[in-house]
């Protein structure tokens, strides 16, 4: 069983692993799990994205279940990840289970277990889970549940537009992003139909790219990064748009693009944070890897930061520690206050509309650079054995120089790997990939000359002890 593992945001393979006895074992698992936990005979979710496997495995995963004496509801085609922990929340299931693999090519297939309020699982379930990791064992056929289509998509409409209508001041049933032009790109993942019909509900003028359904996603990898959003960029400034939106295969995480290009997720947190404050209170919840702008917005208005681990289940651990008004990670995934403990892309696009609709966000993040000066970053990857992981951290921290790039080292954060902070407010950080045989190297700074230097000293400080 040592195939199946749980890493960062659930488990991930290529479908040469990724087998249907193999969604068997773990839908056993998952069954056996929740009846320790004092669920059994309760109804648990269960939710596909747009790959052509996944609503086969998806099928197989809720027929174990049902075997197990759990009823299971599913939707009625893909759909986001966001959309089946709002239905567990809401419908106060015990748990669901996505198959997804995010933003991975369509060779690739995975799981994601959701606890009963609708937030990742951490590393305890998953360990939980994986210790029951079995060939099915179903019970008499009399004693089997049985499986439901509903519909995930209205009520979490509902809950989208009440949330941000309150940040807005708006009435929720009303337009209120009448006068806005959109350019929403669902690089054909499961937030088509989804993410833009929401925003058009909400009044909004929109354009749509890569909408229509396919399980190829059109031959790149549905992943919303600066380098495969070219199209979207192009398009919002011939459209004369306000703004662009885009979301990753299961529409967990957006990216945002203005008129004047691809707009950095350290920035867009930054920015949509500071709208948040402009009428409530409460800190920030950042992964070790996301910008320090977000401390900087924070100081500003008197609030608080608290920094996780990478990886989204510590961002929601943290939420209920602290009780953010927002929280997120670099990588595009964020949450808020009074919505989920799960990032959520389909509500972040109605947020950021919602801001750009009473102010453009290149102008807001223009400001926030202004008060809080320049700030840029970067990563780059270190290929390593995952068993050589650990290693590597242990010599790393008989190595931790004094200076890197020339500036003395202030302080070492080991929240996740080793964050070095220099004296003059820069770091740089390095950490094992929880989802590839890499380890990561990110760098910020006031320059993107600066950070290229900070990146190139932690590369030359891992390499030699891979």
Known sequence: MDVISFGTDGWRATLDEFTDRRVRIVAQAVASHLRETGREGETVGVGYDARETSEGFAEELARVLCANGFDVRMPERDRPTPQLAWAIKDRELAGGCMITASHNPPEYNGVKFITDDGSPALQDVT?????????????????????????????????????????ADADPESEFLDGLHVVYDAIHGS?????????????????????????????AHPEPSESNLQGLVDAVRERDADIGIANDGDADRIAVVTPDGFLDENLFFAAIYEYLLETSNGAAVRTVST?????????????????????????????????????????????????????????MALLAAAAAS???????????????????QGKVSVDCPDDRKQGVLADLEDHIPETVAGEPVADVVTVDGFKLLLEDGSWTLMRPSGTEP?????????????????????????????
């Open 358 to 376: 009473e102010r453009p966000l290149e102008a807001r993040v223009d400001d926030l650079l202004a008060e809080h000066g320049e700030i840029h």
């Open 291 to 347: 910008t320090f702008l977000v401390d900087r917005v924070a100081d500003a208005y008197g609030e608080s930061v608290h920094e996780t681990p990478v990886g989204f289940k510590y961002v929601a651990d943290a939420m209920r520690d602290y009780d953010p008004l927002m929280a997120g990670e670099e990588s595009g995934g964020f949450a808020v206050r009074g919505h989920l403990r799960q990032k959520d892309g389909v509500f």
């Open 191 to 219: 937030g088509r139909d989804v993410t833009d019909r929401l925003l058009a509900d909400a009044g909004a003028a929109v354009d749509r790219l890569r909408c229509s359904e396919d399980p190829t996603f059109g031959g």
């Open 127 to 167: 360990d939980s889970i994986v210790s029951h990791l079995a060939e099915p064992d179903p019970l008499p056929e009399d004693e089997w549940g049985d499986v439901e289509r509903v519909d995930m998509v209205g009520p979490h409409f509902e809950q989208c537009k009440r949330r941000v209508a309150e940040v």
């Open 438 to 466: 890499k380890l990561r190297v990110y760098a910020e700074a006031g320059s993107e000359a600066r950070v290229d230097e900070l990146l190139d000293a932690g590369r030359d400080l891992v390499e030699p002890l891979v």
